[in-house]
Each structure stands twice: as structure tokens, then as C-alpha cells.
């Protein structure tokens, strides 16, 4: 399986500065034919199921605010929240979904 | 968007089984992938597999093989998941999670988890 690996573990940020979580896949995640890289980002806050902020990488899904972005391609990978706010509080992970499913082992991110 | 309802909390002994329930209501129930999704105390998500909604085909993980299964309804709009024979390790929240699948490579891939189920949680002790 692939093997999904997330850095930092946790990540502790002021109001309003910028958050950087970085994730990196055993093996490329671009598939050639579309050249889509088969990521996604979740957003999970205590207790409650996860929430998909990204997919294919960069792709916001409908309703995530903008401050939220995905970066990167191959094996390497950056989640971006531009100007963190107190809702922000929660632990992200990330999934791949080409081979055929694998999660990192997550990033808490803390004000 | 397809809202997910699952079953409630159940407490089993070791070496009982429970079955546990995901309903969806709303557009795109056909043409998906139902994902089950594992989180153990304190712990990460670990896919369990997933079963494609227009044909009943069930996907397992490895390590996710043998005691468990998923199966559907699709009258119901239901999907299901298994375990039998439990141990205390089995204690979990489970979730579904609905999403879109692709045919690439040799066959059919579930993609990214859209719509989430608010968890399930299953304790297993004596």
C-alpha cells in the first residue's frame, strides 16, 4: 500500500497567521492519463466526522472558505490556510485515493 | 449532496457481532462508492473498503478481510457493515462515507469521501 506521511504532527499558530501542513506519498500520486494527482484534504474537529476541504490536490470543495488551498504534485503535497481563525482548531489529514486508499496519520493544528 | 444517517451506539461482548446501518437521502446515492472508514480511540482514520451502489460489488482492505462485510439495500437506500466474531480491538467509531468512483487502471476506484455519516460507536467488552 501506499504509505501517506503528514509533517508536523501537531502545529500550534497565532490568530490570523498562516498554517502549513505537508504531506508526502511513498509513490507518485499523478496518474499520466489525466494528469490528476489523486489527493484529498479533511478537516476533522473533536467529535465530529471528518470534512473534505480538497480534492485532485487543489480542487476546493463547494462551501470551503478560500483562506483554505492544496498544492503540489508527484509524491509531495502542502495544505495551506492563509489566515488561521479560532474555527480552524481541528486535526487534517490526508488521503490518497489512487492506490487504492490510504490516510495519513494526521496533523493537529492548535492555536 | 447526500445526507448519511447512521444507527446508533452499541455495546457488545467479545465474540458477538453487530451489524451497523449508514441510510442516504438526497441526490447521488446510484453511480457511488459507500466507503467504511474506522477511528479508534484517540486514533487516526484507517479505510476499511468500500461497495460500489449500482452493482453491490464490496471491496475490503487488507486487514479488513474475514469478519467483516458490507452489503446493501438499495430499496433502502442502506448500506451495511458486519463484524463478527469481535474483540475489545474492534472498539471504534465507524463511519460511511459516500463517494464518487472511477474507472481507471484495471477496474473500478473509489475517489474522495464527499458526504460523511455521523459515526457509529461500537464497544466491545466483558
Known amino acids: 500500500d501506499i504509505v501517506m506521511t503528514q509533517s508536523p504532527d501537531s502545529l500550534a499558530v497565532s490568530l490570523g497567521e498562516r498554517a502549513t501542513i505537508n504531506c508526502k506519498s511513498s509513490?507518485?500520486?499523478?496518474?499520466?492519463?489525466?494528469?490528476?494527482?489523486?489527493l484529498a484534504w479533511y478537516q476533522q474537529k473533536p467529535g465530529q466526522p471528518p470534512k473534505l476541504l480538497i480534492y485532485w490536490a487543489s480542487t476546493r470543495q463547494s462551501g470551503v472558505p478560500d483562506r483554505f488551498s492544496g498544492s503540489g504534485s508527484g509524491t509531495d503535497f502542502t495544505l495551506t490556510i492563509s489566515s488561521l481563525q479560532a474555527e480552524d482548531v481541528a486535526v487534517y489529514y490526508c488521503?490518497?485515493?489512487?492506490?487504492?486508499?490510504?490516510f495519513g496519520q494526521g496533523t493537529r493544528v492548535e492555536i | 449532496q447526500v445526507q448519511l444517517v447512521q444507527s446508533g451506539s452499541e455495546l457488545k461482548k467479545p465474540g458477538a457481532s453487530v451489524k451497523v446501518s449508514c441510510k442516504a437521502s438526497?441526490?447521488?446515492?446510484?453511480?457511488?462508492?459507500m466507503n467504511w472508514v474506522r477511528q479508534a480511540p484517540g486514533q487516526g482514520l484507517e479505510w476499511m473498503g468500500w461497495i460500489d451502489t449500482d452493482t453491490g460489488n464490496p471491496t475490503y482492505a487488507q486487514g479488513f478481510t474475514g469478519r467483516f462485510m458490507f452489503s446493501l439495500d438499495t430499496s433502502l437506500r442502506t448500506t451495511y457493515l458486519q463484524i463478527s466474531s469481535l474483540n475489545p480491538d474492534d472498539t471504534a467509531i465507524y463511519y460511511c462515507?459516500?463517494?464518487?468512483?472511477?474507472?481507471?487502471?484495471?477496474?473500478?476506484?473509489?475517489?474522495?469521501?464527499?458526504?460523511w455519516g455521523q459515526g457509529t460507536l461500537v464497544t466491545v467488552s466483558s
Open positions: 509513490q507518485s500520486l499523478l496518474y499520466n492519463s489525466n494528469n490528476k494527482n489523486y
Open positions: 488521503q490518497q485515493y489512487y492506490d487504492p486508499l490510504t
Open positions: 438526497g441526490n447521488s446515492f446510484s453511480n457511488s462508492a
Open positions: 462515507a459516500r463517494g464518487g468512483r472511477g474507472l481507471y487502471k484495471s477496474g473500478w476506484y473509489p475517489y474522495q469521501f464527499d458526504d
